[in-house]
């Protein structure tokens, strides 16, 4: 009859310990989509100080453009702008990303907004208003042609 007691004593100490388990992943997988969420805000926000300093190397290299009357924007270049500017303003900011110069002013110079892409994130620039946009894009579906070209 005593093996019954310590049964009962190791039976509670199993139960005791499944319970804490239980609770400590109950607890892990609550705490799980709130540490991706800090964690993709802190890739954001790196995403947009790249950006900010992008800004300032693409002003820099539109006004040493306009001094020596030379030109900034080609639409049909990487990134909108002319090869040395691009590796200007690459050489400058030291982004990690690539970006794209959508519009400029009358005088081709000012950049009006921009597109800067760095990882699964695009972050959008606007002049006016002064807005910095962070997107977070995730691709579901790529399709590739038989050359390695994007299928139409």
Request: overall charge neutral.
């Amino acid at each position: 009859m005593k093996s019954t007691p310590s049964y009962s004593l190791k039976h509670r100490q199993v139960r005791f310990v499944l319970s804490v388990i239980t609770l400590l992943l109950a607890v892990l997988v609550a705490g799980i989509p709130g540490a991706l969420t800090l964690m993709r805000r802190a890739d954001a926000q790196v995403a947009l100080g790249n950006a900010k300093s992008l800004r300032i190397a693409l002003q820099a290299a539109s006004t040493r453009c306009y001094a020596a009357d030379a030109p900034f924007r080609d639409a049909s270049r990487k990134g909108g702008v002319t090869e040395a500017v691009w590796n200007q303003v690459i050489t400058d900011s030291r982004v990690p990303g690539d970006f794209w110069v959508l519009q400029t002013g009358e005088d081709g110079y000012e950049v009006q907004s921009f597109l800067y892409r760095e990882g699964d994130f695009s972050v959008l620039y606007s002049r006016e208003p002064l807005t910095y946009e962070v997107s977070y894009q995730q691709p579901f579906i790529q399709t590739l042609g038989p050359e390695g070209r994007d299928a139409p």
